[in-house]
């Protein structure tokens, strides 16, 4: 996998899990929380994270075939659902939520963190397309890295959580979801015209 792929895959993962709008999220799920605390809770909360999306990296396209659903029907509703997370993110409905999947309990790591915050649906089928479009072993192995890569972006975050919500505001963060919802329409859109290269491709 050439470095332009790899920066594709990083760009892809790292705008559907969204470190940036997660940060003040953890600030909220681990209020009164000491920091050595809320260290073992993002940590907790990656592992988990990284242990589902490898699964699904790995598995996924076999489970995929099992139930009959071809690679270029799973990347265009793939590239759909991503372009729906797009909207969400422009026009602030997925911060809305993710407030309102926040828990009160006093370990989230599990629940809402890892999943559906970290490893949700969208960063699942983004993990299925970017493997299924991997060659050979040492490609997949390279997809799998990059998640754990956007994985410890996430954690970084975390850690400087209270740090990153002073310095933006809500203003800022706000700015940055956005911007990274424009780059999340662009990228599903060439998830879906993949989708129907393949598609056409397999008829000629």
């Not at 920066?7 to 899990?17: E, H, S």
């Not at 076999?62 to 270029?72: D, E, R, T, W």
């Not at 029907?73 to 926040?102: H, P, S, V």
């Not at 911007?179 to 598609?199: E, H, I, N, P």
């Amino acid at each position: 996998m050439d470095i332009p792929a790899l920066i594709t895959a990083f760009v892809a993962l790292f705008v559907v899990i969204d470190p940036v709008g997660l940060a003040p999220l953890f600030v909220a799920l681990t209020k009164g929380q000491t920091e050595a605390e809320r260290r073992a809770i993002g940590l907790r909360a990656a592992l988990i994270a990284i242990g589902l999306l490898t699964l699904f990296g790995a598995f996924g396209e076999a489970v995929l075939g099992f139930v009959g659903i071809s690679m270029p029907a799973f990347r265009i509703a793939g590239g759909i659902l991503l372009f729906l997370t797009a909207l969400d993110m422009l026009f602030e409905r997925r911060t809305q939520r993710r407030k309102g999947q926040a828990s009160s309990a006093n370990d989230p790591s599990v629940f809402p963190l890892a999943t559906p915050l970290m490893a949700g649906p969208g960063a699942m089928a983004t993990m299925i397309l970017l493997t299924g479009e991997a060659q050979g072993w040492n490609e997949l192995i390279a997809v799998h890295l990059v998640m754990i890569a956007v994985i410890s972006v996430v954690v970084a975050f975390f850690f400087t959580a209270g740090l990153q919500e002073r310095a933006l505001g809500e203003t800022g963060i706000n700015v940055v979801t956005r911007l990274l919802g424009m780059l999340l329409a662009a990228l599903s859109v060439q998830f879906v015209l993949d989708g129907l290269k393949d598609f056409v491709a397999s008829f000629t």
